[in-house]
């Protein structure tokens, strides 16, 4: 996992679930409503599947997720599950307590006083995504919110050359806590930190990382240290 020295980069893009937002604390309710309405609606029959399930889906598009989850259901039910989630975690982010990761707030705060550019990439709704940055004050942090919902792409290789090309930045660091995250930044030709303080991912998530942290607030530090311009390969 040791590298050469990092280069400070132009801009961080974070992905949102398990890196930045504590997504347990709005999905778990979130999840058990959802499978209550399904049942309401005769569209699912018998016990709300594992929460291990979702959990362990964060990360990849809405469609591999109820794959994942209602492998047994056809795409009517997916699709309609897809507007619960959307409508109940909304209705969450403003009735349940959630939270962020410790130390994201002002360690966002602290890296944009550095003039790093902050970009959020995400797989998930454009709705969900930008209402937690609304709902914990971090927001108006942000260059731009990019998601899958919003823009439609088929992977997170796609949203974040997407997202690079858009806003004219070539160096950064692809910051979050799944394969897709680590895939996204080297297809990219980006510097990946890999989040090891979630544990939604199994063992191997992270492979490929150039750098793993265990606490959001390792970022200023690494940042601080890292290398400018192109030197750092010397």
């Known amino acids: 996992m040791e590298i050469t020295q990092l280069t400070k980069p132009e801009a961080m893009i974070f992905d949102m679930d398990g890196t ?12 058990h409503r959802l499978f209550d309405q399904l049942r309401e609606e005769k569209l699912y029959t018998g016990e709300t599947p594992p929460e291990e399930r979702i959990l362990g889906g964060l990360g990849m598009l809405l469609d591999d997720i109820w794959k994942r989850v209602l492998p047994d259901h056809d795409v009517t039910v997916h699709r309609r599950a897809d507007e619960l989630l959307l409508e109940f975690e909304l209705i969450g982010l403003k009735e349940y307590v959630t939270e962020l990761y410790p ?5 966002l705060q602290q890296l944009k006083e550095r003039g790093v550019r902050l970009f959020v990439a995400s797989n998930g709704l454009e709705h969900y995504v930008k209402e937690v940055a609304k709902r914990h004050g971090i927001f108006p942090l942000f260059e731009g919110i990019y998601s899958a919902g919003e823009h439609q792409t088929s992977t997170k290789v796609d949203l974040v050359r997407l997202l690079l090309d858009n806003h004219g930045v070539n160096r950064a660091w692809m910051i979050g806590d799944r394969s897709s995250d680590v895939e996204a930044g080297k297809e990219n030709g980006q510097t990946v930190i890999g989040c090891a303080y979630a544990g939604y991912g199994q063992g191997q998530e992270l492979n490929g990382a150039d750098k793993l942290i265990s606490s959001f607030a390792e970022l200023i530090p690494l940042y601080d240290q890292a290398a400018k311009g192109k030197q750092a390969d010397e």
């Open 103 to 107: 130390h994201v707030a002002e360690t």
């Open 20 to 31: 930045l937002f504590k997504t347990e604390t709005l999905l778990i309710p979130v999840y």
